[in-house]
C-alpha cells in the first residue's frame, strides 16, 4: 500500500510538535543545581579573588540565561524552528512497505517500520520513538483516516515482532 499526504511547516504545526510532546514528557523543572553552581561561582569569583568583574558577570549571566530558558523554552524553540531553512516549506509524507518517507526542499528523510521501537498516541498526533533514541512527530490533522489506521496497523505489528 502507498499513502501520500502534505502539510506545511508552520508556527501552528511546530506550536502543536512542541505541546504535544511536553504533555508525554510530563512536567520539568529548571536545573536548579546548575543555577546555584554559576550563582556561587560568580560569588566566588567576585569576592574572594582578584580576578573579579568579568568572569564573575560571566556566571551571573549564563546562571540568568539558565532560568531563562526554561522559562521560556516553548518561545525559544518555537524560535528557532521558524528561523530554520525549512520553516514554511511543504513537507510530504510517504507512507508505503519499507516505511515512512518525509520530502521537502531540504530534507529527505526515511524512517523505516523495523527502526521504530515504540510509539504513544495523544490526542492530536503520534509520537515514534525510534531505536537510535529519536522520536518523529506525525500530527493527525495532516493524516486522514486510512492513513491513521495504516499507521496503527503497521506500527502494532512492528511492536508485536
Known amino acids: 500500500m502507498h499513502f501520500e499526504t502534505h502539510f506545511i511547516l508552520n508556527r501552528d504545526h511546530y506550536s502543536e510538535c512542541f505541546d504535544q510532546s511536553m504533555l508525554l514528557k510530563g512536567p520539568q523543572k529548571p536545573r536548579f543545581i546548575f543555577i546555584s553552581f554559576c550563582i556561587l561561582a560568580g560569588l566566588f569569583f567576585l569576592f574572594l579573588t582578584e580576578v ?27 524560535t528557532r524552528q521558524m528561523i530554520s531553512r525549512n520553516a514554511g516549506n511543504k513537507i510530504t509524507l510517504i507512507f508505503d512497505e519499507s516505511g515512512i518517507e518525509n520530502k521537502s526542499v531540504y530534507i529527505n528523510n526515511k524512517l523505516s517500520w523495523d527502526a521504530i521501537n515504540s510509539y504513544q498516541e495523544t490526542e492530536k498526533g503520534f509520537m515514534l520513538n ?21 499507521l496503527l496497523e503497521k506500527l502494532t505489528v512492528n511492536k508485536a515482532t
Open 52 to 78: 573579579q568583574g568579568l568572569l564573575a558577570w560571566f556566571f551571573f549571566g549564563l546562571a540568568t540565561l539558565e532560568f531563562l530558558s526554561f522559562k521560556y523554552r516553548r518561545s525559544w524553540w518555537l
Open 130 to 150: 525510534t531505536k537510535k533514541g529519536g522520536q518523529q512527530y506525525l500530527s493527525k490533522s495532516c493524516l486522514d483516516q486510512n492513513i491513521q489506521a495504516y
